[in-house]
């Protein structure tokens, strides 16, 4: 079968292309960043949080990453062959390449890792395509296609939950079991829930030679610091307090109004990062109110989304109901969701709700709990009264995710999803992992993306998704959010990007 060459001319060509400054890196030092959440788990096929992100991917690497634009560029890979009928994907491995237990990554570690995460990964829809992976060669390992998958390597190469690679014998284990043993620049050291996650320079970490500069999750991967704790702080004054008094180098999400205030600190860097996420509300569809789409038509016409926003995020908001961000060739302007009591009363009215008393599930980082708080205030507005439940992250999420009763409502971030694209974004409430309950019209439109070759009529498909979206409310689009990220400016080399990247900086 005569092959194609893919990717690899590019990716250097956008490495060595990669704008950096003059470097002139120090070795050493340690720098702590406040987090408002633990990661619910460190194994990273099990979790799609945000707060695993931030440490995993110091942590574990994969064969295809995103480079700064989001492209799918070779990580692990030195890149991939893929056949004329687009079925077959030949993978040749970086050699040499080592994980933290001394052992050099092979063939039967990437087979392993991909097996284990088709079969149970937290974002296994994305490569439900894979028919087998197989070691077809010493250094070489061959995915074949049950279908033509038009966005496979950007699926590969997600950092949601990510498709990391990991020794054959940790991927043997359970979902949510494996140890933190990954190819990253940085190992694993210890996890104290209650307080932190601590990393250190891997000093056999061999960087892939294709790149000069980092390049989002992609490119040279060069750590000189000793070691990243990721400490959880909820409480924002306390992270303020901590970043000012020297015991955090880095505030990952800071208020506006302490970004105005530091902002002419000398010994400050202000960053500001929007869009960051979507603010999503989310409806439980298995049961109850949220199973019945009167209800969910009436939710949706009863809020204000921007009084939501405006109040969670006052400084640093953007009025988008698009499920990508705007810049993204798929992202479609969307007429702005506008708020009519009367309507949602009218609706309600011919709904099955009876005035039970509906459960807010939400975790308890501010901006959340204000937006709930105000959603709160809007129900009682049309009729439907709510009780908030307040817990920490990987609480609520585990029965967010998880289960099909004990919640009605649930609002919070949905920040990597739409940077990857339509595939990532849809991916979501494929199978009814979102609302808990199955829509076949979204899973049609998924597969309909997954195998169409033309950008224009994928285009169109993503636009039939988002209309599904609105007009059975399945979930509501309340807007993008950003985060204001304030770190020392003793850091350098420091860009706010999908997690705050450890790897490319040093401290003054």
Do not use: C
């Not at 994907?89 to 050699?95: D, E, G, I």
């Not at 205030?261 to 500001?272: C, E, H, M, S």
């Not at 789409?293 to 939501?308: H, P, S, T």
């Not at 949602?344 to 509906?358: I, N, P, R, V």
């Amino acid at each position: 079968m005569k092959l194609r060459f893919l990717n690899l001319a590019l990716a250097a060509a956008l490495a060595l292309g990669a704008a950096g400054p003059a470097l002139a890196q120090k070795k050493g030092g340690d720098v702590v960043i406040a987090m408002t959440n633990a990661p619910p788990s460190l194994d990273p096929h099990a979790t799609s949080a945000q707060a695993a992100r931030n440490v995993n991917l110091h942590i574990f690497e994969t064969l295809y990453a995103r480079d700064e634009n989001a492209r799918p560029v070779p990580d692990l890979a030195e890149g991939v062959v893929v056949s004329p009928d687009g079925l077959t994907y030949v993978f040749t491995l970086r050699k040499g390449v080592k994980f933290h237990n001394g052992k050099e990554m092979g063939t039967a570690d990437v087979v392993a890792s991909l097996e284990r995460y088709r079969k149970a990964g937290a974002s296994a829809s994305l490569i439900a395509a894979i028919d087998s992976v197989a070691a077809t060669g010493p250094n070489q390992v061959t995915i074949k296609l049950k279908s033509v998958q038009s966005t496979f390597l950007g699926n590969l190469s997600s950092p949601r939950a990510p498709i990391a690679i990991m020794p054959a014998e940790e991927a043997a284990k359970e979902m949510g079991k494996a140890s933190p043993i990954g190819t990253g620049p940085y190992k694993f050291v210890e996890y104290k829930p209650d307080s932190h996650v601590k990393v250190a320079r891997f000093d056999d970490y061999k960087p892939n030679p294709a790149y000069k500069e980092r390049d989002g999750f992609a490119g040279a991967k060069i750590a000189y610091l000793d070691t990243v704790t990721f400490r959880f702080m909820p409480e924002a004054g306390a992270r303020d307090a901590a970043l000012e008094t020297g015991q955090v180098q880095i505030n990952e999400t800071a208020d506006g109004p302490t970004a105005k205030r530091l902002a002419g600190n000398p010994n400050f860097q202000v960053i500001k990062a929007l869009p960051f996420a979507v603010q999503v509300l989310k409806f439980n569809m298995a049961q109850g109110a949220g199973a019945d789409l009167n209800f969910r038509r009436a939710v949706a016409q009863g809020i204000d989304a921007e009084e939501m926003l405006a109040v969670a995020y006052p400084d640093i908001y953007k009025m988008d109901q698009s499920w990508v961000y705007a810049g993204s060739a798929y992202h479609t302007n969307r007429k702005l969701l506008k708020q009519d009591v009367a309507g949602a009363k009218a609706l309600l009215a011919k709904s099955g709700y009876k005035g039970e008393k509906l459960v807010f599930i939400i975790d308890n980082i501010r901006p959340n709990i204000d937006a709930a708080t105000v959603f709160q205030q809007q129900m009682a507005q049309i009729g439907v009264a709510v009780e908030l439940k307040v817990a920490d992250w990987p609480t609520t999420s585990k029965l967010g995710l998880g289960s099909d009763t004990g919640w009605n409502f649930w609002t919070h971030g949905f920040g990597i999803e739409p940077y990857e694209g339509p595939v990532s974004a849809m991916s979501h409430w494929v199978k009814g992992q979102g609302q808990r309950k199955d829509d076949p019209a979204i899973d049609g439109l998924f597969e309909k993306i997954n195998g169409e070759m033309n950008l224009d009529a994928q285009k169109k498909i993503f636009a039939e998704f988002e209309d599904r979206m609105a007009d059975q409310a399945i979930a509501i689009n309340l807007g993008d959010y950003g985060l204001f990220q304030i770190a020392t400016s003793k850091l350098k080399n420091f860009k706010a990007y999908r997690i705050p990247r450890m790897w490319g900086v040093w401290l003054e």
